[in-house]
């Protein structure tokens, strides 16, 4: 076929009709109000604060350019170093009591118990209300040299008069304590992980005569390993964050003899009574790169012991 039929043919043929480009203005104008709120009030402090963080910044004079003082600041700082060893045990002991006792309940409310949902919404109150400051102020009270613990104590015969928080071998404890008591969110979690997992595996491992205790390893666990992971994940940046229950315990000094400096309160410190803003800077971008790699870890282990069903 000639060049020139081919020319014939290719004027006959219909061009496919023009596809007509999608009007977005009116996406662009409803999401307007959250792109300006992520600029202002979430992207540029980011950059702010990333800046300030190789800076000399007082919050009254203008920054100065310090290039990496902050960092070679942070490996002398023994405060610092006190600080994460705190957090680092704070994190290790509360977040496993924690979701040990959030999954002991979840089983105990999966057992068909009368009262489901008042118990459910009583066991996850202390959630809500955990990281206040009035919970905060009553449990200074509770754990004081006279407060409700030593009472219970002396009415069972042990003379105590020790103020729980104001001893450095007690005074972790009792926010440890606090931290345990808040298991209402995890424990909702677990209890909606337990509800998905079919009756019919118990029936059959009932049958073949496997005990509670071999069901609970070898079915429950199992299964909710992936909600197990979702809470750890949560309960350790959560414990990283906390701030209130030791700044209330202590009165802001993460006392006694720094027991309960965790890392936050330790940089409200450094930025807020210090004045040091650019330090407080280089601080919280050194804890979002803890939690980050101590998210990344959690990670990377769960391919080793978290079980999905696909």
Request: proline share 4%; glycine share 8%; hydrophobic share 50%.
């Amino acid at each position: 076929m000639s060049i020139a039929e081919l020319r014939s043919l290719s004027k006959g043929k219909s061009r496919p009709a023009r596809q007509e480009t999608p009007d977005n203005k009116a996406a662009v104008f409803f999401l307007a109000p959250w792109i300006l709120g992520a600029l202002l009030l979430l992207i540029g402090p980011i950059l702010m604060s990333l800046y300030l963080s190789f800076t000399d910044y007082n919050l009254l004079e203008p920054a100065t350019f310090t290039d990496l003082d902050n960092i070679q600041r942070m490996i002398s700082d023994t405060r610092l170093h006190k600080s994460i060893i705190v957090t680092l045990t704070y994190v290790a002991v509360g977040v496993p009591l924690q979701l040990i006792a959030a999954l002991g309940l979840a089983l105990l409310l999966d057992s068909g118990m009368r009262g489901l949902t008042f118990y459910r919404s009583a066991f996850y109150l202390p959630s809500l209300l955990g990281s206040s400051v009035a919970i905060a102020a009553l449990w200074r009270l509770i754990f004081g040299a006279e407060g409700l613990f030593n009472t219970v104590l002396n009415s069972l015969g042990f003379d105590s008069t020790t103020s729980w928080i104001g001893h450095p071998d007690t005074a972790l404890g009792t926010i440890i304590l606090l931290h345990v008591w808040t298991f209402g969110s995890p424990m909702v979690i677990f209890l909606a992980g337990l509800r998905q997992i079919p009756r019919e595996y118990y029936e059959a491992a009932s049958t073949d005569g496997a005990g509670k205790l071999r069901q609970f390893r070898s079915i429950t666990v199992p299964l909710l390993t992936p909600i197990i992971f979702f809470n750890l994940v949560l309960a350790v940046i959560n414990s990283f964050s906390a701030f209130t229950q030791a700044f209330i315990v202590s009165n802001g000094t993460g006392g006694p003899a720094d027991s309960t400096l965790f890392y936050t309160l330790y940089l409200y410190q450094e930025g807020f009574q210090a004045f040091r803003m650019g330090y407080a800077s280089a601080l919280a971008w050194l804890l979002v790169l803890i939690i980050g790699v101590l998210t990344a870890i959690n990670f990377w282990l769960s391919k080793f012991w978290v079980h999905y069903e696909d």
